[in-house]
């Protein structure tokens, strides 16, 4: 079992920049690929980023790509999205999940990969 705990979310203007942390306790850390997704109100669960258990490649999604830097600590457990440049389109909640390390291909960007998923933070992007 991973317990997943993400933190920093708020509300921000339109331009600015806010880092969400996410916290890892249970099972090793580093055995687990991680990644963040979104949902905003009235709209389908949808992939941000993702990064694999060493650090070294990470992925965006489109929407994102640029403006979105996705990094994890395996020392501290951690896994964190920092946002910049922050447009109203980005307001959802933000979830972390956790995906097993297994032999075959990692779909980083569908849900049903992910076993492990936190509550959720909210982000609130205003004009």
């Known amino acids: 079992q991973v317990q997943l705990v993400e933190s920093g979310g708020g509300q921000v203007q339109a331009g600015g920049s806010l880092r969400l942390s996410c916290a890892a306790s249970g099972r090793t850390f580093s055995n687990y690929h991680m990644g963040w997704f979104r949902q905003a109100p009235g709209k389908e669960r949808e992939f941000v980023a993702a990064i694999t258990w060493s650090g070294i490649r990470t992925f965006y999604s489109d929407s994102v790509k640029g403006r979105f830097a996705i990094s994890r600590d395996n020392a501290k457990n951690t896994v964190n999205l920092q946002m910049n440049s922050l447009k109203p389109e980005d307001t959802a909640v933000y979830y972390c999940?956790?995906?097993?390390?297994?032999?075959?291909?990692?779909?980083?960007?569908?849900?049903?990969?992910?076993?492990?998923w936190g509550q959720g933070t909210q982000v609130t992007v205003s004009l």
């Open positions: 999940a956790a995906a097993p390390i297994r032999p075959s291909t990692y779909y980083y960007y569908t849900e049903e990969t992910y076993v492990y």
